[in-house]
Every structure is written in C-alpha cells, then in structure tokens.
C-alpha cells in the first residue's frame, strides 16, 4: 500500500473508532477469577482497558483506585500507548500495525463443581479485529489454564507477529526463575536465577522434538530462592510441543511480566478473513507454601484433566531396547515374552527395528516412512508376536516414529517433497532422518495412517510414539511462499490432530510419548499420552536427577523409570529408584543370575501389590534434593493419607542423619517397615507428628545405599 493510500486508511480508522465500534462502559468492574486458595484480580479502567490487579492471596485488599498504569494491561497489544514487550503484535488489512483493546463484555460459566471458564471479550475500538482472553479455573487443584483466541473481522488479511497465550504480571522485591534444561541424556536439568531489569527469554526454535534443550515450565519463586515448603511461587507450564517462548521482563517499576506462548521468532501468522487463532493453553498455579505445594497442585489436576487415564495404573513394561537394539529376530522377541513372564511384567514393548523390506530398519539409516513388519526379522509379522504373548498372559506394545523418514526409504523415494526442506539447501540430516511436513494435509492423512495401521493390529495395547529429529531447515513445499513462516505452527496443530485421533480411536491402547529421550515432554502432547519416556539415561545416579527435574510437573505415573544395565551399581540401587516413577525394565532378563532375577520379580511384585497405587496416585514430598546433599529422599502419601512410600537414596558416603517424612496426618499411626529386601525397621509404629519431627534413620550410609520404606496407618 502506498504511503498516501495508508494515511487515508488510518484517518478513516481513526474517524470510525467512536462510530463503528462503541468502546465500553464498564470502567470500574471487577472480574475475579478464584481458585480455592488463589485469585487473579482484574479490573476494566475507565479507559476501557482491562488491567491485571493481583494473582495470588485471595484475600488481597486491592485499593479502590482506577487510576491504573499502562504498564499493568493484562494483555498488551502494541502499538497503541504500551512501551514495554507486548503480548499481541498485529499487523491489520490496511497495514496499519498498532492495535487498541477495549472490553466489550465477559462472562463465566459454570462447568461443573471444580470448573469454571471465564471469557473476556476484547476489541479493537477501530478495527473489526477481536480477541478474547478465555481462562479455566480449576478450584480444587488451584490451576488456571489461560489461552487466547484472536479473530480477524476485517475484509483482508491480518499479520501476527507476536501472539502470546497469556502475559500475567507479579509485583514482589526479587523473582527467582528456576528452569529445566539439559540436552540428550541431561533433561531437565534444574538452573535458579535471580531476574534482573530486561528480559531473561527461556525458548525452543526447533519446532519438532521443541522440548530437547529445555521444557516449557518453570517456577517462579517471588521475594527468595524457591523451597519446597515455604514461600510465594508459581508454577507455569505451556500446553504446546512446538518452538515456544517464555519471555520474563523486569520492568523499571520492578514489576514482572511473563509473556509466554509458541516463540514468535520467524513465525508470523497471517489470518484471513474470519479465521481465529486459538493460542495454546498456559498452565498457571500459585502457592504460598512453596513449590512442593506447586508440583502437586500440578499432578492432581493432570490426573483429572491433563494425561489420559489420569487414575489407572501403568502397566510394568519390558522393553527391548537396551537390551537388543535393532538386531533381533521373531525367535529371540517371543524367548523375551518368558521372561516378561518372569519377572511379572505386564506389557512386553517391541521398540525399533520392525519394519521395513527393500530398506530393512537394521540401522538407523533406512526404514523410516515403510511401517510394514520386515519379513526376515518377523517373518509371521506383528499380530503373531502379539498373540505370542498373549498366549503367556502379557500384553504388547509397539514403537512407531510416524512424524519421520530416512531418505532411504520407498516413502522418500517416492515423495521427496514430503520432507521439512529448504529449496536450494542441501539436506542435512539428524539421525539420518528427516521431519515429514504436517502442513501438508496428505501427509497428515499418511502419518495417522501409519499410526492407525499399527495400532489396529490385532493384540496390540500399547505403543511408544517417538520422534528423533528436530527441525533446522523449516521450509515446506506445499505452504506458499507467503506462509512458510507458519509451517512449524501448522506441524504442530496438524501432530495433535493425529494424536487426538489416536486417543479417541484407541482408547484401549495406552501409550508413551519419547522423543529421543525427553525431547517431548509438555502437556500439549500429554493430553494425548499415558507417559513419557524422560531419557535414554538409565544410570539410576543420573536418573534421580532427571526424575527430580521433570516431578516439578509431572505426577510419578507419567514419568517412565526402567530398569537398566546402566551405571555401576546394585540392582536394588536402580530399582530402588525406578519404583519411585512409572516402573519397567530393559534388560534381557535372561542373562541376569538367578538371585537377581528373583529379586527383580519379588520386586515388581512389591511394587504392584504396595507401592504403585500410593506413587503414581499420591502426593509427592521432594525431601532432600540430589542437587544439594549427599542422597536424596523424597515421599508420597495416599490422598486420604492412610499410607506412604519414603525413598532414600545415598549418592556419596555420608553419615546417617535421619529422613524427616512430610504430608503424613500428624494424628495417625502408622505402622514403618522397610521394604524392598532391607530390613531396617520391621513394625514399629509411631504417629505422624513424630515421625515428621523425628524422622527416621536411614541405615543408607555409602554410595548406591537405599530404602524404600512403607508407613502405614493402623
Ligand atoms: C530414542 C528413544 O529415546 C529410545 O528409547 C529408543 O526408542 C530409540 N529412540 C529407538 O530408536
């Protein structure tokens, strides 16, 4: 548009504002959005603004004042008056790239007891450009779960540049931002930081497998350091696997802002006429008891809300993985189902390397994008495996990669267009692979067909979704020239398409998400996900670290713990530390001596008679933390509080000070008894207080030294 043409547009814009589109009365009205124990307080200014009060403490006295400042909007477009990073960036028909808010109305519905969803209505005074901040409050699990749904009323196309899902603002001294990062095999490597003045950004760009160097969840802790019991802290966590960013400005009144959403960075949006772009959902909770009280706030909502079968147990896997890679045959699969027998699995996992025929998957070289069972490995296929171990009373479950292609494969010779590519770029591959191009509606409808293939064999009721490549050339070939910013948004809406497919069409097939590890770990995708897989890092040492990391988040259910061959040391060592997640095993238990395999099935026999239920389904007390002694413990406690589970695990010789449990019913006595063939306490009983106050020796005092012990009330 030419420079005359845009002046005349915006005088038009401007003459229309008080015309067209009355702004609202409403200066004044509140709009509060309780939990049981949290607010967030909002209020529309006289200037038809609506402005963030408070989150936090419900029972805040906010002063009656509605001179309110800029800076405090609850969702700041730019353009328009607000100087700091704003929430939403929107480039209009006309070319006009400033963009005003105003109330126009809210309301709030009641979903059931717990839930409720609130919807404040927003427009733009000159524009037929509307945006409504939609937020859910879960009561009893003191959660909000904010998105933002932007429509486009104008007669041509809108760009956005930045679309945050939600932008909330904290007024303390000082905020402590802890993040989780790491790489393959250092997920969720925990890193505290006292924010400075500017903007500290936590983000992905890769758009696939987004989640590797980092997960998009944090805690922030206002006024101090984090702890686990004490403190004012806030837990966010994004419902998005794609590129994301959580942008925290420090402002120069020592407010905090944390503008969170898919990372804006070369991903402008265009809308056309009459769409609406629908954000992905921001997870927030508050706490003044500190960030123990956060992660279980979290896991009981994902129990209700958040994971598939939130209240069913996990099933006890073997997997095949690290114990024959690619290389097996049907013979070797089927000798594994008797020892899955064995040791009381539940569910035998037939991991990579099934498939492919004129490029068998031997390798990680070939195979990838031809799902069909490679006929010299498997030579009676997928489905006889299945009713192989069914036949001995095991479950079965199956890898698939469908989201992926190595270029040696019949699906690449046959659709090189299909793969994420760069025009005039040589390939470059990561695990010689390529990201197939959800944007691409054929490719969709492929990769769901692989994925409903699989899982429509016969005796098939579990499968491990993985995906090992993320994106570094994203360029589509089917999206024009002017959306190829929007490929990595369109892949991931596009992943959770097929993905809702999967849990809707198999509801009995449970399933994990992976990705090259915890490249995948967000509740985006674990609507769709009974667990994940965290890491290739089975050290149990390592593992603790990385458990510890993700349970910020996650509930013990959906945090797979296997049992490997991994790290020097005792095997009660590590499976000590995989009962404390989701418990499976990868080894070949056949080469295991008698005494370990039998301690291996008496475990898991534990497990599932005791301590499963209490901890994927209890509450979880991170005690001493890996980071900062010399062992770390950790307890959960049945939500009626009549049993607990406390883990001890010694890191580095060190003397035996007590463990000092937490969460019990101070009034109740329980009955301790170390489990798990240590035999520290075998019945006595103590109440509650006492055992909180006290605690209880350990009897852990080298390296590798653990126990698992029971307290049960009488
Ligand atoms: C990466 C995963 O993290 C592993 O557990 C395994 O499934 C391999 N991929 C298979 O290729």
């Given at each position: 548009m030419k420079y005359a043409q845009f002046l005349i547009a915006l005088l038009f814009a401007v003459s229309a504002r008080a015309a067209d589109f009355p702004t609202t009365t409403a200066g004044g009205e509140s709009i509060n959005i309780p939990t049981a124990h949290s607010v967030l307080m909002l209020r529309v200014g006289d200037d038809g603004r609506v402005y963030e009060l408070h989150y936090g403490a419900p029972e805040k006295e906010i002063a009656k004042t509605n001179v309110l400042a800029?800076?405090?909007e609850l969702y700041p477009p730019f353009g328009d008056g607000f100087i700091l990073e704003p929430a939403l960036e929107a480039t209009h028909a006309d070319g006009n790239t400033s963009t005003d808010l105003i109330y126009v109305k809210h309301s709030t519905t009641t979903i059931d007891t717990n839930v409720s969803l609130t919807r404040i209505e927003l427009r733009d005074p000159a524009y037929p450009f509307f945006v409504t901040l939609c937020f859910k409050s879960y009561a009893a699990e003191d959660v909000i779960e904010q998105w933002t749904e932007i429509r486009n009323g104008e007669n041509g196309t809108v760009t956005l540049a930045r679309f945050a899902s939600a932008a909330p603002q904290f007024k303390a001294r000082e905020y402590w931002l802890t993040q989780f990062h790491g790489d393959y095999k250092t997920e969720a490597t925990m890193d505290e930081e006292k924010l400075g003045h500017g903007i500290k950004i936590l983000d992905s760009k890769i758009g696939v497998r987004a989640d590797r160097f980092r997960f998009p969840s944090f805690i922030l802790s206002l006024n101090a350091p984090a702890?686990?019991?004490?403190?004012?802290?806030?837990?966010?966590?994004?419902?998005?696997?794609?590129?994301f960013q959580l942008a925290f400005d420090l402002d120069f009144k020592n407010r905090l802002r944390a503008l969170c959403g898919i990372n804006p960075f070369a991903s402008e949006y265009k809308l056309k006429p009459g769409e609406t772009f629908t954000t992905p959902s921001m997870l927030w909770t508050w706490s003044d008891s500190g960030k123990g009280q956060v992660s279980r706030n979290f896991h009981r909502w994902a129990r209700q809300y958040g994971i598939r079968d939130g209240n069913k147990p996990r099933p006890v896997l073997l997997n095949n993985w690290e114990a024959t890679d690619m290389n097996f045959t049907e013979q070797l699969i089927v000798s594994l189902f008797d020892g899955a027998k064995k040791i009381g699995a539940d569910t035998f996992l037939l991991d990579d390397g099934w498939f492919g025929n004129a490029h068998p998957r031997n390798k990680d070289n070939a195979g990838l994008g031809d799902w069909q069972a490679n006929t010299n490995k498997l030579p009676h296929g997928v489905s006889f495996l299945a009713s192989e171990a069914n036949k001995r009373g095991i479950n079965f479950g199956i890898w698939i990669e469908p989201e992926?292609?190595?270029?040696?494969?019949?699906?690449?010779?046959?659709?090189?267009?299909?793969a994420i590519q760069q025009p005039k770029r040589e390939f470059i591959y990561g695990r010689n692979q390529l990201d197939l191009d959800l944007s691409n509606p054929k490719v969709e409808n492929f990769v769901w067909g692989v994925v409903s293939n699989t899982l429509s064999t016969p005796g098939v009721s579990y499968t491990k979704w993985d995906a090992n490549r993320f994106v570094n050339q994203p360029g589509s070939t089917y999206l024009p020239a002017d959306e190829q910013s929007e490929l990595l948004i369109k892949y991931n809406f596009a992943l959770y398409g097929v993905m809702s497919n999967m849990a809707a069409s198999f509801p009995n097939v449970m399933a994990m998400a992976c990705s090259g590890g915890g490249g995948r770990v967000d509740y985006g995708s674990m609507k769709y996900f009974d667990s994940f897989w965290p890491s290739d890092n089975t050290d149990p040492v390592s593992r603790i670290k990385i458990q510890w990391g993700f349970s910020h988040f996650f509930p013990a259910e959906t945090i797979a713990a296997h049992v490997t061959q991994m790290g020097k040391r005792p095997l009660k060592f590590a499976i000590d530390v995989a009962m404390s997640g989701a418990l499976g095993v990868d080894m070949d238990v056949r080469k295991l001596s008698p005494s370990d395999l039998q301690f291996l099935s008496n475990s898991i026999a534990l497990y599932k008679k005791e301590i499963r239920d209490v901890v994927e389904q209890g509450d979880l007390y991170r005690l001493e933390s890996p980071y900062d002694s010399a062992r770390a413990a950790l307890d959960y406690v049945s939500a009626d509080k009549s049993r607990a589970v406390l883990f001890v695990y010694q890191l580095k010789g060190g003397e035996d000070k007590s463990v000092k449990p937490r969460g019990l019913d101070p009034q109740k006595h329980y009955r301790v008894r170390a489990t798990n063939d240590r035999e520290v306490y075998t019945?006595?009983?103590?109440?509650?207080?006492?055992?909180?106050?006290?605690?209880?020796?350990?009897?852990?005092?080298?390296?590798?030294?653990?126990?698992?012990?029971?307290m049960i009330a009488q």
């Open positions: 800029r800076e405090t702890d686990e019991e004490t403190g004012e802290t806030i837990g966010g966590s994004l419902e998005w696997s794609g590129s992926m292609v190595n270029p040696s494969s019949d699906l690449f010779e046959q659709h090189p267009d299909w019945g006595e009983i103590a109440d509650g207080a006492t055992l909180m106050r006290d605690g209880l020796p350990t009897e852990c005092h080298n390296a590798f030294d653990s126990a698992v012990i029971e």
